[in-house]
């Protein structure tokens, strides 16, 4: 497949697909020119295109390897095959996407998340990462490392990630309430108390009128709302997209089940999402979210005829340096688009003229517009990184169109 999950994109360079660690790192040293690592596929835009060789993970053995305390994977494994892996165990990761049809790596690499006030996005859990430089040369770079930081949300442009160890925690056990039509007035002023009233909590809208479209509620040890501001759950499982089957969505109406089968929005042998889509999202600082969520509300009448739903989500904060979340808690709006890319792409810079300067910050790996100087005074540590990967990579082997758009 030449071809990103979506279908917007286009792959333009030569698909390699290594099948050892050692073949990886023979092809890069073997390899003259530009070289980019090619996951599961699930990024919206360029991030893993490259001209030259684009070198997938696909083929690289799992190798999963657990203890009491960490697992140990392949960097193509997909977060649905670790999971099956981890529940035999009696053993779990704290947090998953939306979607559990996505690659490690590039989950790790764009700073993907999940939800949940204490969660962390999924990059949090790294405790170690094993890389394959521009000559070839394998390094593990470990937590607690000067580089460490630097090197975890690093877009692919610091070499070949080719093995990822991540914390585990004792398998759980979630439920999940979903509560329709919800009204926007009283969220908003308690927005705070509704994103920590579970375990991981979703906001769904399309954005028009005075109701949220759906409030997912995903719960571990605690009791659910019976009712949010005066809403029930639903007695019936829905799909948060209008006309899609309900049973491609993980079980709902508050039955308990494995972590695994409840943290994720879909199950892993159903389509995920609407399949044909463009996806953005913006992590806006915590303090800012009510007033994003305002300005987003005043933009319907532009975003609705495009948007498939929208989800609001919670994200905590961490030190990665190029991650969402890095410095302060965040709140999450991600937009799931219609497949029209010229469309979206004369809305996004009218939404980013609204989000960037309340500090609110593109996700890597979705579409959007903004460049490297309207990004950079976003990221404390921007120059930080512009110096480990001038020393990491100092030939520019690992960047491409997207590196030098979003990054200069």
């Known amino acids: 497949m030449d071809r990103n999950w979506a279908g917007n994109l286009t792959y333009t360079g030569r698909i390699v697909a290594p099948s050892s660690v050692a073949e990886v790192q023979e092809t890069v040293a073997g390899t003259t020119g530009p070289l980019r690592a090619l996951g599961s596929r699930h ?7 490259s001209p030259g060789v684009l070198l997938s993970l696909e083929n690289l053995p799992p190798d999963i390897e657990i203890t009491a305390e960490h697992v140990t994977v392949s960097a193509g494994t997909r977060y649905g ?15 998953l996407a939306s979607l559990p049809h996505i690659g490690v790596a590039g989950a790790i690499a764009t700073g993907t998340h999940g939800s949940g006030d204490r969660n962390g996005n999924l990059a949090t859990a790294v ?34 990630v080719t093995r990822v160890t991540l914390d ?21 002023d308690e927005l705070g108390a509704v994103l920590a009233s579970g375990y991981s909590v979703s906001l769904f809208t399309d954005w028009t009128g005075d109701h949220i479209g759906q409030v997912w509620i995903k719960s571990a040890g605690t ?3 019976a ?6 759950p639903a007695t019936t499982q829905l799909h948060m997209l209008a006309g899609e089957p309900a049973d491609a969505v993980t079980e709902q109406l508050g039955v308990p089940g494995p972590w695994l089968d409840r943290l994720p929005h879909f199950r892993m042998g159903h389509k995920p999402s609407a399949g044909e889509e463009l996806q953005s999202e913006y992590l806006v600082p915590r303090e800012h979210a009510v007033e994003a969520i305002v300005l987003l509300r005043m933009m319907s ?15 905590a904060a961490d030190e990665l340096w190029l991650s969402g979340a890095h410095g302060h808690d965040v709140v999450a709006v991600h937009f799931t688009w219609r497949l029209d890319p010229p469309g979206v792409g004369a809305l996004l810079p009218e939404i980013e003229a609204q989000l960037l300067p309340l500090g609110a910050r593109p996700h890597w790996g979705k579409v959007f517009a903004a ?27 690992f960047a491409n169109a997207y590196t030098g758009r979003v990054l200069g």
Request: charged content about 25%; aromatic content about 6%; proline content about 9%.
């Open 43 to 49: 990024s919206f835009n360029d991030i893993a295109d």
């Open 371 to 397: 460049t490297a100087p309207e990004l950079a005074p976003l990221y404390p540590m921007w120059t930080d990184f512009a110096e480990l990967r001038r020393t990491a990579d100092p030939d520019g082997r």
């Open 127 to 160: 405790a170690a990462l094993d890389i394959v430089g521009p000559d070839g040369e394998l390094r593990r770079i470990r937590r607690g490392d000067a580089e460490f930081a630097g090197s975890v949300v690093a877009l692919g442009a610091l070499g070949v």
């Open 168 to 188: 585990v925690r004792p398998a759980f056990t979630l439920r999940q309430d979903v509560y329709p039509a919800v009204a926007w007035e009283p969220v908003l």
């Open 301 to 315: 009448l532009r975003i609705a005829p495009l948007l498939h739903v929208s989800e609001i989500r919670s994200v």
């Open 227 to 232: 009712d949010l501001h005066g809403v029930r």
């Open 81 to 95: 095959v670790l999971a099956e892996a981890l529940r035999e165990r009696d053993l779990a990761l704290a947090n």
């Open 223 to 225: 009791t659910p709302p």
